[in-house]
């Protein structure tokens, strides 16, 4: 006897109407609409006379949707119909996604064709619950000495990478990609220029990078939820990795110019600018979307899990340590490492700080002879700016203070120590003992 009940139950999840509305009116960058009655972040259509234009709900005033287009407005009319899509956006994730270059809401942009096997996997997720994560043990090698030996990573660390305009961030990502000793690399590029897309993935990232990353870019000429979508799929899909018990690296450039899109959104959405413009949602996303990445929990079976380590670079406007975007993400993260242009203005790159810099897990990572190695080593680079103008005068003579003399040798070592060329790899062991060379401590 045929049985009907699989047909039946796809008849009870199909939907008997279509949910819809008219467009009101244009505010801005936001399209205002009667309808249809859906939730933040759920996706509709909206029918134009140039063809379908898809949109985000992004809030609610006095009985009106407003709506962000995921392209342009032109040719957006009142009276257009508005139609749910029954969901919010979803991006595809699997093994095909590796090697490829998508926008934020995952349609190819490399001009291969459509991903190959994929599922799909709704961009807005929530983070692990907090006591369920693993703890994070391990070291994740970055192939980079002085980030490896200074300020150690672990597999599932949050770091930050804060610096101005043209300090090296991403020539910094894209060795991190080529040599950090991960599974996979997922890499965000929000709000950037079109050039500077197809450099980074060229040129920084080149092939070898390119060959065990996904990419997902929104340059700044699209819109800003779009922009937006960008950052939550790279998390998305980093979490599906992590689920596979994968350890990933996580890099996203910038998380400035993702509070500048949801600055635009909420403004657009009639929020108050409150901190030098920013409405309070730009920095309400910033937990939400950071705790997604990190360790995932203990699978039963394997007794292993996944990690997303993440880095997020922040542009410091004006070089600003006390940029509002700065310090909110300064009291998220697990650490950060801070650009200096003056280091980068005297050819050292990467031109990380070391006073400047921390990792906040370096203790709980590395023996005790290491992590003291490295406090010796910043101390002495601390010791020689404190006198940098005396030494450079020479108002200070030798012998007076041993501990500086010592700083005075150390310091130029310990530049030739940090500086590293593009395209070099060096492992943490023998990175640990160049650094002890350095500063002139026994094996």
Not at 119 to 131: D, F, K, T
Not at 142 to 158: E, P
Request: with cysteine.
């Amino acid at each position: 006897m045929l049985s009907f009940d699989r047909y039946h139950q796809l008849l009870e999840q199909t939907p008997v109407f279509r949910a819809s509305g008219v467009v009101l009116r244009v505010v801005g960058l936001a399209v205002v609409a009667s309808g249809p009655g859906l939730p933040l972040g759920d996706t509709c259509t909206i029918q134009t006379q140039a063809g379908e234009r898809m949109a985000v709900v992004t809030g609610f005033r006095e009985g009106e949707i407003i709506l962000q287009p995921l392209g342009r407005l032109d040719g957006v009319r009142p009276g257009d119909q508005v139609i749910a899509c029954g969901g919010p956006i979803a991006v595809p994730v699997g093994p095909g996604l590796i090697g490829r270059v998508v926008d934020g809401v995952g349609r190819p942009l490399d001009g291969r064709g459509p991903i190959v096997g994929a599922s799909r996997r709704a961009i807005q997720g929530e983070p692990p619950a907090a006591l369920s994560r693993a703890p994070i043990s391990q070291i994740l090698e970055t192939g980079l000495k002085s980030v490896d030996t200074l300020f150690t990573v672990g597999k599932g660390q949050r770091m930050g990478i804060f610096a101005g305009s043209g300090v090296g961030k991403s020539t910094l990502m894209g060795e991190m990609a080529k040599h950090a000793r991960a599974d996979v690399n997922v890499i965000a590029l929000v709000g950037e220029r079109g050039r500077e897309v197809g450099e980074f993935i060229t040129k920084a990232l080149g092939p070898e990078g390119a060959a065990r990353s996904v990419v997902i870019a929104a340059t700044s000429d699209r819109p800003a939820v779009e922009r937006l979508s960008a950052a939550y799929a790279a998390h998305a899909v980093a979490e599906h990795f992590r689920d596979a018990g994968l350890d990933v690296l996580l890099m996203m450039d910038s998380l400035t110019r993702l509070c500048h899109a949801q600055r635009e959104i909420g403004l657009a959405a009639g929020e108050p600018p409150v901190t030098r413009g920013y409405p309070p949602s730009a920095f309400a996303i910033l937990p939400r979307l950071l705790e997604r990445s990190g360790t995932g929990a203990v699978d039963p079976a394997t007794g292993r899990a996944g990690s997303i380590t993440a880095f997020y670079t922040v542009l410091t406007d004006t070089d600003e340590e006390n940029d509002p975007v700065a310090d909110a993400v300064r009291a998220i993260l697990d650490g950060h490492l801070y650009l200096s242009r003056k280091l980068a203005g005297q050819a050292i790159y990467p031109s990380i700080d070391p006073t400047m810099s921390i990792s906040r897990l370096l203790v709980d990572l590395v023996p005790n002879a290491e992590y003291r190695l490295a406090l010796r080593s910043r101390e002495l680079w601390s010791e020689f700016e404190r006198v940098r103008d005396l030494v450079e005068v020479g108002a200070y003579r030798k012998g007076t203070d041993a501990k500086l003399d010592r700083a005075i040798a150390a310091y130029p070592r310990i530049q030739d120590f940090i500086r590293q060329d593009i395209g070099a790899r060096f492992a943490r062991t023998a990175a640990v003992d160049l650094l002890r060379t350095a500063i002139g401590e026994p094996a």
